[in-house]
């Protein structure tokens, strides 16, 4: 699994992107991950005239594989256990008591100092990451190697990679042909370089092969990826929070935007285009909030976490151990302080920054006001030309103004529902007195005369830049307010967080005593995690079974060509029908499409090789079960199931409908 004087199996997973995980599947540097950790990359190659979302893309040779800007590949090069060396250097700082013991910006100095005391080599890709695990009871420093030519070499149509879209998000059975491919390039010594023509695929030192041989119950499987963000430490309180304060807005106000976004999206190709990876990345994270506030309660993790503190409370006693006596009740009073200006943030953030994209840059605006009453030319051109650069980000080839008015309409109201009028940013006086308290009218006028709402405005301005024009800027009001009101929260909550942390890293440290010698796990933080399992079904109720795998027949169970989520493309359907399926069929001649296994995953994990006992490729993990969405918080080990796309039924798409056996070829598959 890891080795750190040879090969192993983390040279052939990667880091992929910013939140995925992908593994290398041939000597060539070709990459498996999710379509839907593709697509971000697939969205920016797409436009009506090469609609790569709707129809496709496969490469039939290297020439055609298409660079993707701003995409990476990580390496773990090397995991070094450095917690004596981080709390010496605590020791040191000028704040020991302080929250610098989390602070990635101070770790990341620490990480250079330890690299230059150890004589680490350092190239121009080499990153170092310190990360602190059990609240900061432990420190790993990860040892990363970035490659940045990447290019995009397949994927199938969103059809097929997006089946059931948002319906059977998180649901099963699941028949989603979750899956892209993309290429690392390197230079001609096979060094991370720029993207270059003359770059030449990564000749990778360590790839998984991939068995065919099929699975069966009970089979065991492993899992090795990047997962995200777990809380499986938090109290009672803390889980209330997450639901009430956090999860409640967030349904709400995404629900609202993303009706907005389907409308417009179903109306308009070009538009469809252009806010495919928006909504995808915006509807995710609604369902699951929605998933686990169910979950919460369904699986009674409020209970649990009781069972837990009263466990613990009676260990701390035994142990006549003050700090570990106390710290549930502080963190319980902390959290009656934050749970309010949290609930506030969340609505702010998912309502202004997340939902709304228009605004204006109020503090270049300033400074250029300033420089207008000044009378200072360099200021004035060198403002104007950061303006420039803003109104070009604004209105970019994924951002239809027409389409954020609408959503503008929507969520301005919605938020002063949500939010006493006493909490609410300054702009909503401005409606109330200058409006009448009619939005769509306040929206109107700013996405129709501010300076940065069109190029005719913007134009005019430029042209002849004044103070009073500045002063007058609807844009330059409303983003001066939602900044203000962001900057007000978080000088509410204070130094909260930092007391709740020092708080956790105590109760961490104490649940991890009270359970040993078993030993504890820590939460996810986007470094490189192993789980085991097993392949199994799952009864998540009374007169429910579910069997651990599905097939191509429930592809054409469930199409519905009037509904875009279960389309069914014609040469697909054509394969199914004739049972085409070459040697990736079962022995009784059906498809396979996804597994479940009892593996411990979260966002990150997407794209994750899934793998049997002898470390060959079986699928690729996309997915979480709809009833144990409470997995973040408390796992479930009887309801909680990873779901799989099965390999086999990649090469059979890659092969069959791709007419990609030029991928295959470079394979190393076990029959």
Same mark, same amino acid.
Request: proline content about 4%; some cysteine; charged content about 25%.
């Given at each position: ?6 090969? +192993?199996?983390?040279? +052939? ?53 298409? %660079? ?27 704040? %020991? ?10 770790? +990341? ?343 940065? +709402? ?10 002849? %830049? ?206």
């Amino acid at each position: 699994v890891y080795n750190p004087d040879g090969i +192993a199996l983390k040279d +052939a997973v990667v880091h992929f992107g910013g939140g995925c995980t992908g593994e290398i599947i041939s000597a060539e540097g070709l990459v498996l991950t999710n379509h839907h950790c593709g697509y971000g990359a697939i969205q920016q190659h797409s436009s009506v005239d090469h609609d790569y979302l709707t129809n496709g893309f496969w490469a039939m040779n290297r020439n055609e594989e298409l %660079p993707c800007k701003g995409l990476t590949v990580t390496f773990i090069d090397r995991i070094l256990d450095v917690t004596t060396y981080v709390n010496e250097q605590l020791k040191k700082d000028d704040d %020991p008591n302080g929250i610098n013991y989390l602070s990635p910006k101070y770790l +990341a100095t620490v990480a250079d100092r330890f690299a230059k005391a150890e004589n680490i080599q350092i190239t121009p890709a080499t990153r170092l990451e310190l990360k602190p695990f059990y609240g900061g009871n432990k420190y790993y420093l990860f040892v990363k190697t970035v490659y940045n030519d990447i290019r995009m070499v397949g994927a199938p149509p969103s059809s097929i990679g997006k089946f059931g879209a948002d319906t059977d998000n998180w649901m099963w059975p699941r028949h989603t042909g979750d899956f892209s491919m993309f290429r690392i390039y390197a230079d001609a010594n096979g060094e991370p370089a720029e993207y270059s023509a003359s770059n030449v695929p990564l000749k990778t030192k360590k790839h998984l092969n991939i068995s065919i041989k099929g699975l069966k119950e009970g089979d065991y499987a492993m899992i090795m990826g990047f997962p995200g963000s777990t809380s499986r430490y938090l109290t009672v309180s803390e889980v209330k929070e997450r639901m009430e304060a956090s999860n409640a807005p967030r349904i709400r106000i995404r629900g609202t935007r993303q009706d907005v976004l389907k409308e417009a999206m179903n109306a308009s190709d070009k538009v469809r285009i252009q806010y495919a990876n928006k909504y995808a990345g915006s509807s995710n994270y609604w369902k699951n909030s929605i998933g686990m506030n169910k979950a919460i309660i369904d699986n009674n993790v409020l209970g649990t976490k009781a069972e837990q503190e009263a466990k613990f409370a009676k260990f701390a006693k035994e142990k006549n151990n003050t700090d570990y006596m106390n710290v549930v009740a502080k963190i319980d009073e902390a959290v009656a302080k934050t749970s309010p200006i949290k609930y506030q943030q969340t609505c702010l953030t998912e309502t202004f920054f997340g939902g709304i994209e228009f605004g204006s840059p109020f503090m270049v605006m300033d400074k250029l006001k300033e420089a207008l009453e000044q009378k200072n030319d360099s200021s004035i051109e060198a403002n104007i030309k950061v303006l420039k650069e803003v109104f070009n980000d604004i209105h970019n080839k994924d951002y239809d103004h027409e389409v954020d008015r609408k959503v503008a309409k929507a969520l301005l109201p919605l938020y002063a529902e949500m939010i006493p009028a006493g909490q609410r940013p300054a702009i909503y006086d401005v409606i109330e007195k200058e409006y009448k308290g009619d939005y769509n009218a306040y929206v109107d006028a700013m996405y129709d005369t501010s300076i940065l +709402a069109n190029q005719a405005n913007f134009d005019k301005f430029i042209k002849k %830049p004044t103070v009073k024009a500045i002063e007058k800027d609807i844009a330059t009001q409303y983003s001066r307010a939602k900044f203000d009101k962001y900057t007000n929260l978080a000088e509410q909550m204070g130094k909260l967080p930092e007391e709740l942390a020092l708080l956790h890293k105590t109760y961490i440290r104490g649940l991890g005593e009270m359970k040993l010698p078993v030993p504890s796990y820590p939460d996810a933080n986007f470094t490189i995690r192993l789980t085991y399992g097993n392949v199994k079904p799952y009864s998540p109720k009374d007169g429910v079974y579910y069997k651990y795998y599905t097939t191509t027949d429930g592809i054409l169970e469930k199409e519905n060509p009037e509904d875009r989520e279960f389309v069914v493309p014609a040469k697909l359907k054509e394969l199914i029908e004739k049972k085409d399926f070459g040697r990736y069929a079962l022995p009784n001649g059906e498809m396979p499409v996804c597994f479940l296994s009892t593996n411990d995953i979260t966002g990150g994990n997407s794209g994750s090789p899934v793998l049997n006992e002898n470390g060959e490729l079986i699928g690729c993990a996309f997915d979480g079960n709809w009833e144990s969405l409470s997995g973040d918080i408390n796992f479930d080990n009887n309801l909680q199931r990873c779901i799989n796309l099965d390999i086999r039924y990649v090469l059979f798409i890659l092969e069959k409908l791709g007419g990609c056996g030029h991928l295959i070829n470079e394979m190393t598959i076990v029959e």
